[in-house]
């Protein structure tokens, strides 16, 4: 069936017009799911550029495998690749980052650095729990009821992570002073890397861990039982979940301190471990994981010159 337009034309009926495509489109974007997506998506890609910036302001005068392993694929970048290593350390001793001292400049750039880190990440991670509670919201606003956007959910659960930058900061800090990490990130001893391995994969066979990541895979039960339309409870179940995160995958973080604070390749493998934990229903995924770091912490230990004594001092 047809109308005719004002204009003499014929339009389908029901046809959408381009003035009518524009509201439609605004309303899309205001639904919580999507509001999820984009700000996953927004907030990661933040903390990726502003990663991917410190890297590229490093790789004129720092040798890359300084930052731990993996990250000497950026030497094809700056030249070091075409270098004998003694010429890369010395140029690394010149140019890069030697002193164990900080200024409040340099903190505020280490904290930095974390809280890139914690929207590269762990939003990606958190995604099962805000489109939960996303979900939720769209069916509650469809029933007439009023909702809190799910920004106020994700500013809840950062605070929680933005709190644990600020602590790996004092204590990358600190580290540093007593020369345990180097200027650069990395740990000065293959047995602290080994052991820092051990006790995060000892972790992941633990009842809090376990327990906390199962909230995280199955948020919508404490939603359902906890639905609230203030913003103040809305944010506060943003930091329970948080809290439920950081049970769940402190460990995880803490091994960059095994690998370097700095290594952006370790940063994406530790990130998608965490997403393929949560978005996952196994428990062979964590205990998998728990084994590969067991397994790489004790060969570490094992293979450097302290182990090596022990193993020769009791005829292994």
């Known amino acids: 069936m047809t109308r005719v337009g004002s204009t003499g034309e014929s339009r389908a009926e029901g046809e959408r017009t381009p003035q009518a495509e524009g509201p439609a489109v605004i309303a899309s974007l205001r639904r919580p799911t999507v509001i999820v997506w984009l700000a996953v998506a927004v907030g990661a890609g933040i903390g990726w550029v502003w990663l991917a910036a410190m890297i590229a302001g490093m790789l004129a005068t720092t040798d890359m495998t300084t930052l731990g ?11 070091f690749a075409e270098l004998t290593p003694e010429m890369r350390a010395a140029l690394t001793v010149l140019c890069g980052p030697t002193g164990e001292a900080w200024s409040v ?3 505020l750039a280490v904290f930095g650095m974390w809280v890139a880190m914690v929207f590269a990440m762990m939003l990606p991670s958190a995604a099962p729990v805000l489109t939960s509670y996303a979900r939720l919201a769209e069916e509650k ?3 007439g009821e009023a909702t809190v956007s799910p920004l106020v959910l994700a500013a809840g659960y950062l605070a929680i992570w933005i709190a644990f930058a600020g602590a790996a900061t004092v ?3 600190l580290l540093t002073q007593v020369r345990v990490l180097t200027p650069a990130g990395t740990t000065v001893s293959e047995v602290l890397a080994g052991t820092t391995l051990i006790a995060a994969g000892l972790y992941q066979f633990s009842p809090l861990k376990l327990g906390c990541l199962t909230r995280c895979r199955f948020p919508a039960p404490y939603f359902a039982d906890n639905w609230t339309s203030r913003t103040a409870g809305v944010f506060r179940q943003g930091v329970e979940q948080g809290l439920d995160c950081l049970g769940c995958c402190w460990a995880l973080m803490v091994v960059m301190f095994a690998v370097g604070v700095m290594n952006v390749v370790w ?3 530790i990130g998608a471990v965490m997403v393929v934990e949560k978005v996952t229903s196994s428990l062979a995924v964590p205990r998998l994981v728990g084994v590969v770091l067991l397994l790489w912490g004790g060969a570490l230990v094992a293979f450097s010159p302290v182990g090596a004594a022990l193993l020769a001092r009791f005829h292994f």
Do not use: T, Y
């Open 141 to 143: 606003r469809a029933a």
């Open 105 to 107: 400049a340099d903190g």
């Open 267 to 269: 940063i994406a493998v």
């Open 171 to 173: 204590a990358q800090g």
């Open 69 to 79: 392993p993996g990250m000497s694929v950026f030497n094809r970048l700056n030249g």
